[in-house]
Protein backbone atom coordinates (compact mmCIF):
# COMPACT_ATOMS: atom_id res chain seq x y z
CA UNK A 1 0.00 0.00 0.00
CA UNK A 2 2.84 2.46 0.97
CA UNK A 3 4.71 1.33 -2.42
CA UNK A 4 1.32 2.36 -4.47
CA UNK A 5 0.93 5.75 -2.25
CA UNK A 6 4.87 6.39 -3.06
CA UNK A 7 3.80 5.90 -6.64
CA UNK A 8 0.90 7.81 -7.23
CA UNK A 9 0.60 10.67 -5.06
CA UNK A 10 3.61 12.91 -5.55
CA UNK A 11 2.71 13.03 -9.38
CA UNK A 12 -1.04 14.03 -8.70
CA UNK A 13 -0.46 16.41 -5.33
CA UNK A 14 3.08 17.95 -6.66
CA UNK A 15 3.10 18.18 -10.49
CA UNK A 16 5.91 15.28 -9.81
CA UNK A 17 7.26 12.86 -13.03
CA UNK A 18 5.86 9.66 -13.43
CA UNK A 19 8.30 7.68 -14.17
CA UNK A 20 10.54 9.26 -11.66
CA UNK A 21 8.10 8.13 -8.78
CA UNK A 22 7.01 4.77 -10.48
CA UNK A 23 10.75 3.87 -10.00
CA UNK A 24 10.85 5.18 -6.40
CA UNK A 25 7.45 3.15 -5.53
CA UNK A 26 9.20 0.05 -7.38
CA UNK A 27 11.84 0.42 -5.03
CA UNK A 28 10.05 0.62 -1.82
CA UNK A 29 8.04 -2.13 -2.79
CA UNK A 30 10.99 -4.36 -3.63
CA UNK A 31 12.61 -2.90 0.15
CA UNK A 32 9.20 -3.99 1.75
CA UNK A 33 8.64 -7.57 0.58
CA UNK A 34 11.61 -9.74 -0.50
CA UNK A 35 9.23 -11.75 -1.98
CA UNK A 36 8.94 -9.36 -5.38
CA UNK A 37 12.85 -9.28 -5.40
CA UNK A 38 12.79 -13.13 -5.80
CA UNK A 39 9.50 -13.10 -8.69
CA UNK A 40 11.41 -9.67 -10.73
CA UNK A 41 14.55 -11.99 -11.21
CA UNK A 42 13.90 -14.34 -14.04
CA UNK A 43 11.79 -11.62 -15.92
CA UNK A 44 14.67 -9.41 -15.31
CA UNK A 45 16.90 -11.96 -16.98
CA UNK A 46 14.59 -12.38 -19.82
CA UNK A 47 14.19 -8.46 -19.99
CA UNK A 48 18.28 -8.67 -20.70
CA UNK A 49 18.09 -11.48 -23.10
CA UNK A 50 15.60 -10.46 -25.59
CA UNK A 51 17.36 -6.78 -24.94
CA UNK A 52 20.86 -7.54 -26.14
CA UNK A 53 18.98 -10.62 -28.69
CA UNK A 54 17.66 -7.22 -30.32
CA UNK A 55 20.73 -5.35 -30.78
CA UNK A 56 22.29 -8.86 -32.40
CA UNK A 57 24.22 -10.58 -29.13
CA UNK A 58 24.35 -14.13 -29.70
CA UNK A 59 25.09 -17.08 -27.11
CA UNK A 60 27.19 -19.81 -28.42
CA UNK A 61 28.48 -23.08 -26.82
CA UNK A 62 26.92 -21.96 -23.71
CA UNK A 63 27.39 -24.85 -20.73
CA UNK A 64 26.02 -25.02 -17.53
CA UNK A 65 27.80 -24.06 -14.32
CA UNK A 66 26.49 -27.46 -13.07
CA UNK A 67 26.49 -30.23 -15.68
CA UNK A 68 24.79 -33.34 -14.67
Same mark, same amino acid.
Given at each position: ?????????????? !? !???????????????? !???????????????????????? !?????????????
Amino acid at each position: MVAALVAVLPPLLL !G !GLWSEWVYKGLATLLI !GCPCALVISTPAAIAAGLSAGARR !GATLERVKAAYPK
